[in-house]
């Protein structure tokens, strides 16, 4: 019997990883644990996934490593969503929309660093509220994709 590189990766990586992530949940825990890692990893304030995450997981006894994995998969697309939704929570509060180019931002840092501070968490919470009615619609429809998927693999 020789060395097999496929086997290896199985045996050593792939099954116990499977197993980490499935332990200790039910197919419906564990379909609201990946609902829940990808929106949470949508939270348009880059840095603070990993700790909403975290807490979610903790309060709601979720598996912490499906949350987080799944976190960490979304964060391109996060980087990719927070100027829409910061634009789309700035129409919703009807907010100028001069800090949304890099020269315009620098430019008021060097001006009023404070003043710039104070636009960019209106935008940021702006954000923050487009993201709260886009997760809505989002959530349900991936949690029953997860269920479905996840009774599949379990089975």
Partial sequence: ??????????????FPLFSLL????SPRRLAIAISLG??????PIPGSTTGLC???????????????LLNYAVYPL???????????????FDLEME?????????LFR????????????FQFAGIIAWIIFIFPLYFPLYHAAKVVVRKVST
Avoid: C, H
């Avoid at 100027?83 to 789309?88: C, E, F, G, T, V």
């Avoid at 001006?111 to 209106?122: C, I, N, P, R, T």
């Fill in 1 to 14: 019997m020789g060395f097999s590189f496929r086997n290896w990766i199985n045996n050593r990586l792939i």
């Fill in 22 to 25: 499935r332990k200790g949940s």
């Fill in 38 to 43: 990808i929106v949470l990893g949508l939270f």
């Fill in 54 to 68: 975290l807490l979610v997981a903790f309060l709601g006894n979720y598996n912490v490593a499906v949350m987080q």
């Fill in 78 to 92: 996060q980087l990719l969503l927070i100027i829409p939704l910061m634009a789309l929570g700035s129409s919703i």
């Fill in 99 to 107: 800090l949304f180019s890099v020269t315009a931002m620098v430019d």
């Fill in 111 to 122: 001006d009023d660093f404070w003043l710039a501070l104070e636009k960019l968490w209106k």
